[in-house]
């Protein structure tokens, strides 16, 4: 392999910036610039030159394969976070012969290639580089710590088992096997395909933690809407008036929550209209509230009916406390503390059911394999004596489990995924 080099710490002046060099001449490239090779995994302050320039003084540190992040041996510059003196840096490590600019995601690309991360714990690193809040940290360094493949070799242990125990009896079909191992596999079968199921379900709201919920705001014209947005995004980020119909598109603003990644929607208010552009305004706001994951149905009155039909985890409030009678006034503030702690408490509840499978893929994957259990817990019931059958659909499950860690047929996702990678990681 090529050995590849790169600003791994974020571009523009700073205090600190990183360089990585990962790959057979990596060490090299390090001893031409810093004189010597420190040992493994020790930083050591070193003066930095190239043909009798000096670059830098910078902390340095060597990390011999395979016990590095790519399993390579990998070199890694702490420079003063001057452009120019990166610049100077990364210029010199590329005037080396065999040494080039690493590719978007190449170093954890490499880490993959040489079995330092499965497919899963690359995907958790994507989202640990691109989370905003507090839970999609939490959920990619669970996923980045190799949660998931764990349990994946957990199923795919318990399913080899399962098929030894059934190949046993195909070896020896014309003698008599001493003991019945249908009930071990029986129980090997039920144990994994529950288990693939009950993480399944959670992929879905993990998904809302990687990509946020949506919570809209929804009531007649003139509750509020608006001025509640603005309260909780702390600027002036949709127009207020006393004009009905003043909002005639869903405004959306993405904030954190309490540790959540939300995205609210001002919609517009629901109400008859024969303005054409307000109507197709008040058919996208029934649109998105219908799919978003919690609706703030606003009233300006008590015994006042709600504009759409509350689902169980919407809320159903009376607007504009401070003209009296309300719930919260996102005018003068009163309530909204309280506001924001109940809605963020619900959507908490929900992430709580978060598995550590976060992508669509994981979720198929763990289907495609279940399907194939349900197929082996049914012939070995229907038909026993067919037990090559039942041992060609585990295999079958097998080969899923091994699908959601990167193992087999994952090269079509690979320029994918790595695609969303900057480069340097």
Do not use: Y
């Amino acid at each position: 392999m090529d050995t590849i080099f790169a600003l791994a710490s974020a571009p523009g002046k700073s205090g600190v910036a990183v360089v990585r060099i990962s790959g057979p001449m990596a060490l090299a490239a390090l001893e031409r610039l810093a004189g010597d090779v420190p040992e493994a995994r020790q930083m050591c302050l070193r003066s930095l030159g190239d043909d009798g320039l000096v670059l830098d003084q910078a902390l340095v540190a060597a990390f011999p394969g395979p016990d590095s992040f790519t399993g390579e041996d990998v070199a890694e510059l702490f420079l003063h976070g001057a452009i120019a003196t990166v610049n100077a840096v990364l210029r010199a490590l590329g005037d080396m012969p065999g040494l080039r600019g690493a590719e978007a995601g190449e170093f954890t690309r490499r880490a993959l290639e040489n079995e330092r991360l499965d497919l899963t714990q690359v995907e958790g690193l994507s989202d640990l580089v691109e989370a905003e809040t507090e839970a999609q940290r939490r959920q990619a360094l669970r996923v980045l710590s190799g949660a998931l493949g764990q349990k994946a070799q957990g199923w795919r242990d318990k399913l080899i088992r399962a098929a030894a125990l059934l190949e046993a009896t195909i070896d020896f079909a014309d003698e008599e096997v001493p003991v019945d191992v249908t009930p071990e596999v029986r129980e090997l079968l039920e144990s994994v395909a529950g288990e693939l199921r009950a993480e399944a379900a959670g992929t879905a709201m993990a998904e809302r933690i990687r990509d946020g919920f949506e919570v809209a705001i929804v009531g007649p014209p003139n509750v509020g809407k608006s001025t509640l947005l603005n309260a909780l995004a702390g600027r002036d980020a949709a127009i207020t008036s006393d004009v009905a119909g003043t909002t005639r598109d869903v405004i959306e603003v993405r904030m954190d929550l309490q540790g959540l990644p939300v995205t609210v929607l001002d919609t517009a208010g629901l109400r008859i209209s024969d303005d054409r552009v307000e109507v197709l305004g008040i058919e996208r706001a029934k649109q998105r509230a219908e799919a978003a994951d919690l609706c703030v149905i606003l009233k300006n009155e008590a015994d006042e009916p709600a504009v759409i039909e509350p689902g169980a985890d919407d809320f159903v409030l009376v607007a504009k406390s401070d003209l009296g009678g309300g719930d919260f006034s996102a005018m003068t503030g009163e309530g909204m503390d309280k506001l924001v702690a109940e809605v963020s408490a619900r959507l908490s509840e929900r992430a709580s059911t978060a598995g550590v499978a976060i992508r669509e893929r994981h979720r198929l994957a763990m289907l495609a394999a279940n399907s194939a259990l349900e197929l082996a817990m049914n012939r070995l019931e229907t038909a026993p004596e067919f037990a090559e059958l039942t041992a060609e659909e585990l295999r079958t499950a097998i080969r899923a489990l091994d699908s959601l860690v990167g193992r087999v047929d994952v090269e079509a996702l690979l320029d994918d995924i790595f695609a969303n990678f900057c480069i340097g990681k």
